[in-house]
């Protein structure tokens, strides 16, 4: 069997074995070592004994074993070995079979400890991408454009931040929004990165959407995680349309909507309606999701229903008041009822000096009024705040006077800062 053969099998079963470990060592970091040194063992028997009947069976027994070694050499953690001892027992008598009927459970664990909200939204992040998603330091600071070494800082402090503690699942609705915030960040990332020379990140975007489905398994009577599995699967649809060739930008007006998956769409539409039918008022990720499903279900831009989504916007605004849900309630209230009572919506936004999306609505709106020197300076501004070199582009050209610029390119939705 080739090492690439492993690694596959690896990749599959990994996350599930370290959130096993996880739940017994109560120390990340030491899960994953463990978890390796099963891997460098398959890595040196299955060329010569061939692949067990059940491979992921196999490597959770031998992390298993690997864990009592080290934990009968740690005084700290001896009473963790009659539990191990326990646990092998039952991986012993289904290693054939299933390895265990308590992993999903542990998996739901290792997703709410990675999470943890007493650790900094980046290192939440971080941690996150390199436990659940198997991405490498390098990769995941690649991703967010930062020096490899802070990344892996990011993480060694949040591991250490974490030992010793431990997640129940009965704590799991004091603890849902924090998990569904990591998410969605690493999907707002890839949807329309925050800095460097591209517009998208695909990679984190199909992390997220992976992760989110992960999580929508797990916890499958949790509405908002299946609204927001449904807002970013009906975000996700736009994907193929938001660059044009040469990979400029493409307002949402302006899409071809042919180009929108329809598979991630009625995607989007079977997890909103999952999060409808479990009969509670809707929180901020169903709202928003229900704003997704207004565009998608609109064949032509100037078929979207912006009432409705002005509406919408009005109740997520009741739910969580930010100032970036009154932006985005703003661009809908221009479609909706005019430029001036979108500007008027804007004009009273207070806390977002320094975001570049503030400045950049408004020059659509002044545009949209004939305001055009107006429009220009905000666009400049714009530019100016912006640290992603796609978007800059974009709004130079609709500061620079020589052109021409009568078609409104109001950017909707627009998203939470960092």
Known sequence: MSHKAVEAVWRLESVRIVAALTRLVRDVGLAEELAQDALVAALEEWPLTGVPPNPGGWLMTTAKHRAIDRLRRDDRLADKVAELGRDLGRDLKNHEDEYGDDLDDDLLRLIFMACHPTLPTRSRVALTLRVLGGLSTEEIARAFVVPEATVAQRIVRAKRALVGKSFELDQKEDRLASVLEVVYLIFNEGYTATAGDEWMRPELTHEALRLGRLLAGLAPHEPEVHGLVALMELQASRTAARVDRAGVPV????????????????????????????????????????????????????????VAIAALYGSLRRLTPTPVVELNRAVAVAMAYGPEKGLEVLDAIDGLRGYHLLPAVRGDLLARLGRTDEARAEFARAAELTRNERERAVLLRRADPSMQDDTPKIQQPVRERR
């Open 251 to 306: 307002p949402l007006l302006e899409q071809n909507r042919g180009r929108w998956d329809q598979l991630l769409i009625r995607r989007g539409y079977a997890a909103l309606l999952r999060a409808e039918r479990l009969g509670r008022p809707p929180g901020p990720y169903v709202l928003q999701a229900a704003i997704a499903a207004c565009h998608a279900r609109a064949r032509r831009a100037e078929d979207t229903d912006w």
